[in-house]
Protein backbone atom coordinates (compact mmCIF):
# COMPACT_ATOMS: atom_id res chain seq x y z
CA UNK A 1 0.00 0.00 0.00
CA UNK A 2 1.63 3.25 -0.69
CA UNK A 3 1.35 6.27 1.63
CA UNK A 4 -1.13 8.02 -0.28
CA UNK A 5 -3.13 5.41 -0.35
CA UNK A 6 -3.88 5.40 3.35
CA UNK A 7 -6.79 7.28 4.15
CA UNK A 8 -7.47 5.08 7.33
CA UNK A 9 -5.17 3.91 10.17
CA UNK A 10 -6.35 1.61 13.14
CA UNK A 11 -4.46 0.46 16.45
CA UNK A 12 -5.20 -3.28 17.69
CA UNK A 13 -3.55 -2.39 21.67
CA UNK A 14 -3.90 1.58 20.94
CA UNK A 15 -3.29 2.41 24.43
CA UNK A 16 0.08 1.93 24.77
CA UNK A 17 2.44 4.87 24.92
CA UNK A 18 4.25 3.80 21.84
CA UNK A 19 1.48 3.48 20.29
CA UNK A 20 0.01 6.73 20.82
CA UNK A 21 3.20 8.45 19.37
CA UNK A 22 2.05 6.75 15.98
CA UNK A 23 -1.55 7.55 16.53
CA UNK A 24 -0.87 11.41 16.92
CA UNK A 25 1.45 11.68 13.90
CA UNK A 26 -1.48 10.27 11.80
CA UNK A 27 -4.01 12.66 14.24
CA UNK A 28 -1.59 15.50 12.80
CA UNK A 29 -1.91 14.20 8.68
CA UNK A 30 -5.55 14.56 9.17
CA UNK A 31 -6.30 10.98 8.75
CA UNK A 32 -9.21 8.54 10.24
CA UNK A 33 -7.41 6.89 13.58
CA UNK A 34 -8.97 4.66 15.20
CA UNK A 35 -8.61 1.52 17.74
CA UNK A 36 -9.23 -0.86 20.14
CA UNK A 37 -7.45 -0.90 23.80
CA UNK A 38 -8.35 -3.36 26.94
CA UNK A 39 -8.95 -0.46 29.31
CA UNK A 40 -9.27 3.04 29.27
CA UNK A 41 -6.84 5.01 30.64
CA UNK A 42 -5.96 9.12 31.07
CA UNK A 43 -3.85 8.56 27.99
CA UNK A 44 -6.48 6.82 25.88
CA UNK A 45 -9.04 9.56 27.14
CA UNK A 46 -6.45 12.05 25.79
CA UNK A 47 -5.96 10.51 22.52
CA UNK A 48 -9.65 10.80 22.18
CA UNK A 49 -10.25 14.40 22.94
CA UNK A 50 -7.24 14.44 20.22
CA UNK A 51 -9.84 13.08 17.77
CA UNK A 52 -9.00 9.30 18.22
CA UNK A 53 -11.84 6.76 17.99
CA UNK A 54 -11.43 4.43 20.63
CA UNK A 55 -12.93 1.05 22.12
CA UNK A 56 -12.62 -0.76 24.72
CA UNK A 57 -14.69 -4.06 23.98
CA UNK A 58 -13.04 -6.90 21.95
CA UNK A 59 -15.94 -6.67 18.61
CA UNK A 60 -15.45 -6.47 15.19
CA UNK A 61 -19.02 -4.62 15.30
CA UNK A 62 -16.90 -1.68 16.97
CA UNK A 63 -14.32 -1.21 14.29
CA UNK A 64 -15.69 2.41 12.73
CA UNK A 65 -17.49 2.05 9.05
CA UNK A 66 -14.04 4.04 7.91
CA UNK A 67 -11.81 1.23 8.81
CA UNK A 68 -13.33 -1.25 7.24
CA UNK A 69 -12.16 -0.72 3.48
CA UNK A 70 -9.06 -3.16 3.09
CA UNK A 71 -7.67 -0.79 -0.06
CA UNK A 72 -7.13 2.36 2.28
CA UNK A 73 -6.75 1.10 5.95
CA UNK A 74 -4.11 0.70 7.17
CA UNK A 75 -4.02 -1.94 10.10
CA UNK A 76 -0.64 -1.38 13.32
CA UNK A 77 -0.49 -3.70 16.02
CA UNK A 78 1.43 -4.27 19.11
CA UNK A 79 2.63 -7.59 19.36
CA UNK A 80 1.40 -7.98 23.31
CA UNK A 81 -1.79 -8.80 21.90
CA UNK A 82 -2.35 -12.29 20.76
CA UNK A 83 -2.73 -13.54 17.92
CA UNK A 84 -6.29 -14.80 17.97
CA UNK A 85 -7.64 -11.78 18.48
CA UNK A 86 -11.25 -10.72 17.28
CA UNK A 87 -10.03 -8.02 15.22
CA UNK A 88 -6.92 -9.09 14.20
CA UNK A 89 -8.20 -11.67 12.98
CA UNK A 90 -10.93 -9.89 10.67
CA UNK A 91 -8.24 -7.97 9.78
CA UNK A 92 -6.37 -11.00 8.51
CA UNK A 93 -9.34 -12.55 7.28
CA UNK A 94 -10.53 -9.87 4.85
CA UNK A 95 -6.96 -9.27 3.29
CA UNK A 96 -6.11 -5.56 4.99
CA UNK A 97 -2.15 -4.44 5.28
CA UNK A 98 -1.01 -4.85 8.94
CA UNK A 99 2.05 -4.13 10.09
CA UNK A 100 3.57 -4.21 13.47
CA UNK A 101 4.25 -0.56 14.81
CA UNK A 102 7.83 -1.16 14.17
CA UNK A 103 7.23 -1.94 10.79
CA UNK A 104 5.46 1.73 10.79
CA UNK A 105 8.81 3.44 12.73
CA UNK A 106 10.85 1.02 10.23
CA UNK A 107 9.21 2.74 6.93
CA UNK A 108 9.54 6.58 9.00
CA UNK A 109 13.01 6.21 9.41
CA UNK A 110 14.12 5.22 5.63
CA UNK A 111 12.09 8.42 5.29
CA UNK A 112 14.01 10.69 7.13
CA UNK A 113 17.66 10.29 9.04
CA UNK A 114 16.96 8.22 12.08
CA UNK A 115 18.21 8.67 15.28
CA UNK A 116 17.80 5.88 17.42
CA UNK A 117 18.01 4.49 21.14
CA UNK A 118 18.13 1.52 21.54
CA UNK A 119 19.13 -0.61 24.82
CA UNK A 120 17.94 -2.48 27.73
CA UNK A 121 17.58 0.56 30.06
CA UNK A 122 17.84 4.00 29.73
CA UNK A 123 16.36 4.42 26.09
CA UNK A 124 13.72 6.70 27.14
CA UNK A 125 15.36 8.79 28.99
CA UNK A 126 18.26 9.22 26.65
CA UNK A 127 15.99 9.58 24.02
CA UNK A 128 14.44 12.04 24.77
CA UNK A 129 16.94 14.21 26.48
CA UNK A 130 18.51 13.73 22.71
CA UNK A 131 15.05 14.99 21.09
CA UNK A 132 15.04 18.13 23.19
CA UNK A 133 18.56 19.18 22.78
CA UNK A 134 17.86 19.00 18.79
CA UNK A 135 14.60 20.21 19.15
CA UNK A 136 15.45 23.62 21.08
CA UNK A 137 18.60 23.79 18.71
CA UNK A 138 18.59 25.30 15.30
CA UNK A 139 19.15 21.21 13.97
CA UNK A 140 15.29 20.76 14.93
CA UNK A 141 14.07 17.00 14.86
CA UNK A 142 10.80 14.78 14.86
CA UNK A 143 10.46 12.11 17.64
CA UNK A 144 8.51 9.30 18.61
CA UNK A 145 9.81 8.44 21.95
CA UNK A 146 8.49 5.70 24.98
CA UNK A 147 6.97 8.09 27.34
CA UNK A 148 5.69 11.41 28.27
CA UNK A 149 8.38 14.47 27.78
CA UNK A 150 8.06 17.22 30.44
CA UNK A 151 9.21 19.41 28.57
CA UNK A 152 6.33 19.02 26.01
CA UNK A 153 3.56 17.24 27.54
CA UNK A 154 3.82 14.60 24.57
CA UNK A 155 5.78 11.34 23.52
CA UNK A 156 5.80 13.14 19.72
CA UNK A 157 7.57 15.77 18.36
CA UNK A 158 6.30 17.19 14.85
CA UNK A 159 8.92 19.25 12.73
CA UNK A 160 9.96 19.91 9.12
CA UNK A 161 13.79 18.40 10.13
CA UNK A 162 15.27 16.00 8.00
CA UNK A 163 15.94 13.92 11.92
CA UNK A 164 13.45 11.93 13.65
CA UNK A 165 14.58 10.35 16.68
CA UNK A 166 13.25 6.96 18.04
CA UNK A 167 13.02 4.69 20.75
CA UNK A 168 14.28 1.57 19.09
CA UNK A 169 12.37 -1.46 21.39
CA UNK A 170 14.18 -4.64 21.66
CA UNK A 171 10.90 -6.50 22.82
CA UNK A 172 10.02 -9.35 19.64
CA UNK A 173 13.20 -8.01 17.94
CA UNK A 174 11.08 -4.77 17.02
CA UNK A 175 13.87 -2.80 16.06
CA UNK A 176 14.66 -5.01 13.47
CA UNK A 177 12.36 -3.40 11.22
CA UNK A 178 14.59 0.22 11.61
CA UNK A 179 16.90 1.46 9.52
CA UNK A 180 18.70 4.00 11.84
CA UNK A 181 21.19 6.47 10.21
CA UNK A 182 22.72 6.87 13.97
CA UNK A 183 22.66 4.68 17.16
CA UNK A 184 22.86 4.35 20.55
CA UNK A 185 23.11 1.47 22.41
CA UNK A 186 22.99 1.80 26.42
CA UNK A 187 23.11 -1.99 27.58
CA UNK A 188 22.30 -5.14 27.16
CA UNK A 189 21.71 -6.67 30.00
CA UNK A 190 19.36 -9.96 29.11
CA UNK A 191 15.58 -9.46 29.07
CA UNK A 192 12.60 -10.29 27.63
CA UNK A 193 13.58 -13.87 27.90
CA UNK A 194 9.95 -15.00 27.14
CA UNK A 195 10.37 -14.16 23.77
CA UNK A 196 14.18 -14.78 23.12
CA UNK A 197 14.70 -18.18 25.23
CA UNK A 198 18.46 -17.44 26.33
CA UNK A 199 20.86 -14.78 27.15
CA UNK A 200 23.06 -15.38 23.86
CA UNK A 201 19.55 -14.83 20.92
CA UNK A 202 19.42 -11.42 22.93
CA UNK A 203 22.95 -10.43 22.14
CA UNK A 204 22.32 -11.89 18.83
CA UNK A 205 19.44 -9.73 18.06
CA UNK A 206 21.80 -6.66 19.00
CA UNK A 207 24.17 -7.91 17.16
CA UNK A 208 22.00 -7.65 13.89
CA UNK A 209 20.63 -4.67 14.77
CA UNK A 210 23.40 -3.16 14.12
CA UNK A 211 23.83 -4.95 10.67
CA UNK A 212 20.89 -2.01 10.22
CA UNK A 213 22.84 0.85 10.60
CA UNK A 214 22.96 2.83 7.01
CA UNK A 215 26.29 2.89 5.58
CA UNK A 216 27.91 6.23 6.42
CA UNK A 217 26.12 6.20 9.36
CA UNK A 218 27.06 6.08 13.34
CA UNK A 219 27.00 3.49 16.56
CA UNK A 220 27.80 5.17 19.85
CA UNK A 221 27.90 2.14 22.00
CA UNK A 222 28.51 2.45 25.89
CA UNK A 223 31.71 0.84 26.41
CA UNK A 224 32.09 -2.97 27.96
CA UNK A 225 28.56 -4.76 26.76
CA UNK A 226 29.01 -7.94 26.04
CA UNK A 227 27.00 -7.70 22.28
CA UNK A 228 29.63 -8.51 19.11
CA UNK A 229 28.77 -5.51 16.73
CA UNK A 230 28.28 -6.10 12.69
CA UNK A 231 29.19 -2.92 10.99
CA UNK A 232 29.31 -2.07 7.52
CA UNK A 233 32.27 -0.58 6.11
CA UNK A 234 31.67 3.17 6.28
CA UNK A 235 29.77 2.92 9.58
CA UNK A 236 31.77 5.21 12.22
CA UNK A 237 32.01 3.53 15.58
CA UNK A 238 32.14 5.77 19.11
CA UNK A 239 32.11 4.55 22.69
CA UNK A 240 31.07 5.95 25.69
CA UNK A 241 30.80 5.66 29.60
CA UNK A 242 30.45 7.72 32.29
CA UNK A 243 33.51 8.40 33.08
CA UNK A 244 35.94 6.69 30.05
CA UNK A 245 35.50 6.40 26.50
CA UNK A 246 35.08 8.40 23.19
CA UNK A 247 32.17 10.52 25.02
CA UNK A 248 32.19 10.62 28.56
CA UNK A 249 31.92 12.98 31.57
CA UNK A 250 34.57 14.51 33.94
CA UNK A 251 34.76 16.94 36.72
CA UNK A 252 31.25 15.46 38.55
CA UNK A 253 30.03 17.99 40.93
CA UNK A 254 26.83 16.90 42.96
CA UNK A 255 26.18 19.49 45.56
CA UNK A 256 23.07 21.48 47.19
CA UNK A 257 20.55 18.82 44.90
CA UNK A 258 22.47 20.08 41.66
CA UNK A 259 24.27 17.66 39.57
CA UNK A 260 27.24 19.61 37.03
CA UNK A 261 30.20 17.77 35.15
CA UNK A 262 31.90 18.66 31.68
CA UNK A 263 31.44 16.78 28.19
CA UNK A 264 34.58 14.69 26.76
CA UNK A 265 34.49 14.98 22.89
CA UNK A 266 36.55 14.15 20.56
CA UNK A 267 34.42 16.82 18.08
CA UNK A 268 34.16 19.72 21.22
CA UNK A 269 34.35 19.11 25.03
CA UNK A 270 31.76 21.41 27.11
CA UNK A 271 32.35 22.48 30.34
CA UNK A 272 30.25 23.41 32.97
CA UNK A 273 26.47 21.13 31.69
CA UNK A 274 24.23 21.70 34.06
CA UNK A 275 21.86 18.68 34.42
CA UNK A 276 18.05 19.72 34.52
CA UNK A 277 16.99 16.46 35.54
CA UNK A 278 19.82 16.45 38.72
CA UNK A 279 19.81 12.47 39.08
CA UNK A 280 23.19 10.50 39.17
CA UNK A 281 22.16 7.63 36.19
CA UNK A 282 21.47 10.87 33.95
CA UNK A 283 24.86 11.72 33.97
CA UNK A 284 25.49 9.01 31.56
CA UNK A 285 22.09 8.85 29.61
CA UNK A 286 23.29 12.54 29.02
CA UNK A 287 26.76 11.66 27.74
CA UNK A 288 24.76 9.67 25.14
CA UNK A 289 22.14 12.15 23.78
CA UNK A 290 24.45 14.78 23.90
CA UNK A 291 27.16 12.99 21.40
CA UNK A 292 24.32 11.79 18.99
CA UNK A 293 23.17 15.44 18.97
CA UNK A 294 26.43 17.12 18.31
CA UNK A 295 26.98 14.47 15.78
CA UNK A 296 23.94 15.67 13.80
CA UNK A 297 25.34 19.28 14.07
CA UNK A 298 24.87 20.70 17.97
CA UNK A 299 26.61 23.67 18.78
CA UNK A 300 28.16 23.71 22.39
CA UNK A 301 25.87 26.16 23.39
CA UNK A 302 22.80 24.48 21.94
CA UNK A 303 23.82 21.22 24.30
CA UNK A 304 24.58 23.12 27.55
CA UNK A 305 20.99 24.62 26.62
CA UNK A 306 19.24 21.94 26.16
CA UNK A 307 20.63 19.87 29.15
CA UNK A 308 19.82 22.56 31.45
CA UNK A 309 16.25 23.06 30.34
CA UNK A 310 15.44 19.18 30.35
CA UNK A 311 12.77 18.26 32.04
CA UNK A 312 12.82 14.37 32.43
CA UNK A 313 9.58 12.18 31.38
CA UNK A 314 6.78 10.94 33.45
CA UNK A 315 7.22 7.95 35.51
CA UNK A 316 11.38 8.06 34.73
CA UNK A 317 12.44 8.81 38.31
CA UNK A 318 8.98 11.34 38.70
CA UNK A 319 8.94 13.31 41.71
CA UNK A 320 5.76 14.56 43.13
CA UNK A 321 6.58 15.75 46.23
CA UNK A 322 10.46 16.85 47.11
CA UNK A 323 10.32 18.91 50.89
CA UNK A 324 12.93 18.81 53.60
CA UNK A 325 10.39 16.58 55.68
CA UNK A 326 9.09 14.22 52.63
CA UNK A 327 10.20 13.33 48.90
CA UNK A 328 7.57 11.39 47.09
CA UNK A 329 8.85 9.54 43.35
CA UNK A 330 7.42 7.48 40.59
CA UNK A 331 9.92 5.21 38.69
CA UNK A 332 9.29 2.88 35.82
CA UNK A 333 12.30 0.78 36.77
CA UNK A 334 11.62 -3.17 36.48
CA UNK A 335 14.09 -4.81 35.34
CA UNK A 336 16.80 -5.73 38.33
CA UNK A 337 19.57 -3.13 36.50
CA UNK A 338 17.14 -0.03 36.30
CA UNK A 339 16.28 -1.16 40.24
CA UNK A 340 19.44 -1.09 40.86
CA UNK A 341 20.21 2.27 39.08
CA UNK A 342 17.20 3.92 40.20
CA UNK A 343 17.95 2.46 44.26
CA UNK A 344 21.45 3.62 42.96
CA UNK A 345 20.98 6.87 42.63
CA UNK A 346 18.34 7.68 45.21
CA UNK A 347 21.43 6.72 47.94
CA UNK A 348 23.43 9.01 46.33
CA UNK A 349 20.70 11.76 46.90
CA UNK A 350 19.72 11.16 50.10
CA UNK A 351 22.29 9.70 51.83
CA UNK A 352 21.36 9.78 55.59
CA UNK A 353 17.23 8.98 54.97
CA UNK A 354 15.19 6.46 55.25
CA UNK A 355 13.69 4.95 51.90
CA UNK A 356 11.01 3.02 51.21
CA UNK A 357 10.30 1.03 48.12
CA UNK A 358 6.81 -0.12 46.94
CA UNK A 359 7.46 -2.38 44.30
CA UNK A 360 5.13 -4.04 41.81
CA UNK A 361 7.18 -7.11 40.09
CA UNK A 362 6.04 -7.39 36.22
CA UNK A 363 5.79 -10.32 34.48
CA UNK A 364 5.67 -13.84 35.80
CA UNK A 365 8.63 -15.08 33.53
CA UNK A 366 11.03 -12.06 34.52
CA UNK A 367 10.20 -12.91 38.42
CA UNK A 368 11.07 -16.30 37.49
CA UNK A 369 14.48 -15.67 35.79
CA UNK A 370 15.50 -12.67 38.01
CA UNK A 371 14.09 -12.87 41.16
CA UNK A 372 17.66 -12.96 42.88
CA UNK A 373 19.13 -9.51 41.12
CA UNK A 374 15.64 -7.79 42.10
CA UNK A 375 16.25 -8.56 45.65
CA UNK A 376 20.14 -7.81 45.29
CA UNK A 377 18.94 -4.50 43.83
CA UNK A 378 16.23 -4.02 46.37
CA UNK A 379 18.47 -4.30 49.29
CA UNK A 380 20.36 -1.31 48.38
CA UNK A 381 17.14 -0.18 50.42
CA UNK A 382 15.87 0.38 53.96
CA UNK A 383 12.14 -0.68 53.22
CA UNK A 384 10.93 -2.73 50.84
CA UNK A 385 6.98 -3.25 49.91
CA UNK A 386 6.21 -5.87 47.23
CA UNK A 387 3.07 -6.33 46.03
CA UNK A 388 1.53 -8.95 44.01
CA UNK A 389 2.67 -9.80 40.14
CA UNK A 390 1.83 -7.69 37.28
CA UNK A 391 0.96 -9.75 34.63
CA UNK A 392 0.68 -7.92 31.42
CA UNK A 393 0.38 -10.37 28.48
CA UNK A 394 1.11 -13.61 30.70
CA UNK A 395 -0.65 -16.43 32.53
CA UNK A 396 0.75 -16.93 36.08
CA UNK A 397 3.59 -19.83 36.21
CA UNK A 398 3.12 -21.89 39.49
CA UNK A 399 5.77 -21.30 42.32
CA UNK A 400 6.48 -17.80 40.90
CA UNK A 401 5.25 -15.16 43.22
CA UNK A 402 6.57 -11.75 45.00
CA UNK A 403 7.62 -14.15 47.59
CA UNK A 404 10.70 -15.25 45.66
CA UNK A 405 12.43 -12.06 45.58
CA UNK A 406 10.86 -11.13 49.48
CA UNK A 407 12.64 -14.19 50.68
CA UNK A 408 15.83 -12.92 48.74
CA UNK A 409 16.19 -9.57 49.94
CA UNK A 410 18.59 -8.74 52.60
CA UNK A 411 18.34 -9.29 56.34
CA UNK A 412 18.85 -5.92 56.97
CA UNK A 413 15.69 -4.57 54.62
CA UNK A 414 12.42 -4.20 56.70
CA UNK A 415 10.32 -6.36 54.34
CA UNK A 416 6.34 -6.47 53.67
CA UNK A 417 4.22 -8.37 51.32
CA UNK A 418 0.65 -6.47 50.32
CA UNK A 419 -2.01 -6.71 47.62
CA UNK A 420 -2.12 -3.87 45.46
CA UNK A 421 -5.63 -2.83 46.81
CA UNK A 422 -4.22 -2.52 50.50
CA UNK A 423 -1.51 -0.16 48.93
CA UNK A 424 -3.72 3.17 49.74
CA UNK A 425 -4.46 1.80 53.01
CA UNK A 426 -0.75 1.24 53.90
CA UNK A 427 0.08 4.75 52.77
CA UNK A 428 -2.40 6.21 54.98
CA UNK A 429 -1.15 3.91 57.96
CA UNK A 430 2.77 4.51 57.71
CA UNK A 431 5.25 7.20 57.64
CA UNK A 432 7.82 7.61 55.38
CA UNK A 433 10.83 10.01 54.97
CA UNK A 434 11.72 9.20 51.30
CA UNK A 435 9.10 6.66 49.56
CA UNK A 436 9.29 5.30 45.44
CA UNK A 437 7.23 3.42 43.53
CA UNK A 438 8.44 1.17 41.85
CA UNK A 439 7.85 -1.25 38.62
CA UNK A 440 5.81 -0.84 34.71
CA UNK A 441 2.52 -2.03 36.14
CA UNK A 442 -0.44 -0.46 37.13
CA UNK A 443 0.76 0.68 40.50
CA UNK A 444 1.27 3.29 38.98
CA UNK A 445 -2.21 4.69 38.22
CA UNK A 446 -2.40 5.24 42.56
CA UNK A 447 0.44 7.93 42.37
CA UNK A 448 -2.03 10.85 42.12
CA UNK A 449 -3.88 9.16 45.41
CA UNK A 450 -1.13 8.35 46.86
CA UNK A 451 0.35 12.02 46.19
CA UNK A 452 -3.28 13.47 47.95
CA UNK A 453 -2.35 11.42 51.14
CA UNK A 454 0.49 12.24 51.96
CA UNK A 455 -0.14 15.98 51.08
CA UNK A 456 -2.79 15.28 53.77
CA UNK A 457 -1.00 14.38 56.39
Not at 206 to 214: A, E, G, K, M, N
Not at 333 to 340: F, R, V
Not at 442 to 454: A, C, E, G, R, S
Amino acid sequence: MKASDIKAVYFVGAGGIGMSALERYFIRRGLVVAGYDKTPSDLTRQLEREGMLIHYEENVSEIPHSCRQPQSTLVVYTPAVPADHQELVFFREHGFEIQKRAQVLGTITRQMKGLCVAGTHGKTTTSTMCAHILHQSAIDCNAFLGGISKNYGTNYILSDSEYVVIEADEFDRSFHWLSPFMTVITSTDPDHLDIYGTKEAYLESFRQYTSLIQPGGVLIIHRGLEMKEDLHSGVHRYDYALSEGDFHAENVRIENGGITFDFVSPIESVKNVVLGQPIPINIENGVAAMAMAQLAGCSAEELRYGMQTYGGVDRRFDFKIKTDRLVFLSDYAHHPKEIYQSANSLRQLYRNRRITAIFQPHLYTRTRDFYREFADALSQLDEVVLTEIYPAREEPIEGVTSQLICDNLAPAVKKEMIRKSDVLDYVKTHDFDVLVVLGAGDLDNMVPQITKILQQK
